[in-house]
DNA sequence: TAGATTGTTAATCGATTAACAATC
DNA sequence: TAGATTGTTAATCGATTAACAATC
C-alpha cells in the first residue's frame, strides 16, 4: 500500500472523524456506530464505514467502534502518535494568534518558532515564542529538523517564502496568505482563506 | 435557475477564480484564457470553462476572457457587488486577529461588530472596533440585520452561540471552533479549522 | 485567412450509496 | 437465539475530461 493507493479525499475525512471521536471520549462515551458518527457529521453511514476499511477493520458486528480504539489507530493511520514541530512565518495579527493557540497541542503539533523580517519585532516575545529573523530562518530550520511551517506574510511574501522553507527541508505548509503557491510534489500545500469560505456563502444570500 | 442547480462544488471553486484574476487585475493584465488560469490554480481549462459557463458566456473566442469585465461577473455571481457587514463572536486571539484584519474589505465583507462574555473584556478597544455583551447580541445583531457571522468562541460554547445568531437572522456562519455545529436549511455554516488540515497532511509526513 | 480559444456534448472517471451476508 | 451493526460488493450517482464545431 502506497500512500497515494487511497484517495486524498477519504484521508481529509479522517481527521473529522477523529475530532468527533475525542469529542464523544471526552463525554465519556466508549462506543459509537457509523451510523451516530454520520449523524453528528453529516455524512452517510456507509462512507464512514467505507472509509475506515480502507485502512483494516476497527469495528465489531452488532456493537460497532470502540472509542478509544478507533481514536488510537485514527491517529496511528494520520501520524499523529508524537507532536509535530512547527514554524510560524510571519509575526503579524495571523501568525500571533497562531502562536498563541493552545488548540494545537492536543491535536499533535505545536509552534515553537516563530519569524519575521521587521527589525521592530524580532527579539520580542508573542507568547512563549520569541520572534527571530526571517533572514536566518532557512538554517534554523534546518537544524532543528522542521518538517511542518504555516505561512502567515503578506500575499506578496508568500511564494519567496515558500521557497524558503522548502530548500529548508520543510514537507507540509499551512498558507494564510491569500494566493496560490507552487510547491515541487514531495510537499504538500493546505489553504486557509477566510475570505474566499465567506464568499461561498454569500452566493447563496439574499 | 434555482440556486440549487448548480453544485455546491462549483461555487466553491468560483471564489479561487475570482482571486486569481483579481491578482491578475493587479499586475496589469486584461486578458487570460481557461488555460492560463488553470495553469495557476491547478485545475484543467475544462473544468473553468465548464464551471463559468454554468453562469453565461464570459469569454471571446480566439482571444479568451476580459479580466475585468469577468471579474465584475464573478462578484454580481457571488453578491459581492456590496459589502457585507459582518459580526465576531469571541474576542480572543482569533476574535481579535479577524477583527484587525484587513483583508476582507477589498472582498465583499467588513467585520462591524465583536461579542465576548467576559466583563473584563467588554468595553475595551480592538482596532476600531469596541467589545460588546454578548447578552445584548440578538438584538444588536437583528436590528443593524446583519446576515453573517464568525463565531471565533471555544468548542463548548459554539452551538449555544450559533443558535442565538440563527435567532437573530444570520443566514452565514464562518464557524473558527473545531466542532460540528447545527443550523437549519437556510443558514449556511463553512469552517475553519488549522489542526484537520494539518492532520491531512500528516498523514503524508515521514 | 490562419490561429487561437471558447462553450458544449459525449465519454470517462471516480465517489457515494444501497444492500446484504457475515457475525458479534 | 434475536437484534444490531460491520465490512464489502455492485449499482448509482455526479464530477471531470476529452474532443470539436463554432467563431472571434
Do not use: C
Not at 464505514?49 to 456493537?63: A, I, M, P, V, Y
Request: without cysteine; aromatic residues 6%; charged residues 20%.
Amino acid at each position: 500500500m502506497t500512500k497515494h493507493d487511497i484517495p486524498g479525499i477519504v484521508i481529509g475525512r479522517l481527521p473529522l472523524y477523529l475530532r468527533a471521536i475525542q469529542r464523544m471520549a471526552q463525554e465519556g462515551q466508549r462506543v459509537t456506530s457509523s451510523q451516530e458518527l454520520g449523524e453528528r457529521l453529516g455524512v452517510s453511514a456507509a462512507q464512514i464505514r467505507k472509509d475506515l476499511s480502507q485502512f483494516g477493520e476497527f469495528g465489531k458486528q452488532g456493537t460497532g467502534y470502540n472509542i478509544k480504539y478507533l481514536s488510537a489507530q485514527l491517529r496511528r493511520i494520520l501520524n499523529l502518535d508524537g507532536v509535530w514541530d512547527m514554524a510560524i512565518v510571519g509575526a503579524g495579527d495571523v501568525g500571533s494568534a497562531l502562536a498563541h493557540y493552545q488548540g494545537f497541542r492536543d491535536r499533535g503539533f505545536q509552534a515553537t518558532m516563530i519569524f519575521d523580517k521587521d527589525s521592530g519585532k524580532i527579539g520580542t516575545k508573542i507568547g512563549a515564542l520569541a520572534v527571530q529573523d526571517i533572514a536566518n530562518m532557512t538554517e534554523i530550520i534546518r537544524q532543528a529538523n522542521i518538517k511542518v511551517a504555516m505561512v502567515a506574510t503578506p500575499a506578496d511574501h508568500a511564494q519567496e517564502v515558500t521557497d524558503q522553507l522548502v530548500e529548508a527541508g520543510v514537507k507540509a505548509i499551512l498558507n494564510y496568505a491569500p494566493i496560490q503557491i507552487t510547491v515541487p510534489d514531495d510537499v504538500r500545500v493546505e489553504y486557509i482563506d477566510p475570505a474566499t469560505h465567506l464568499q461561498k456563502m454569500s452566493y447563496y444570500l439574499e
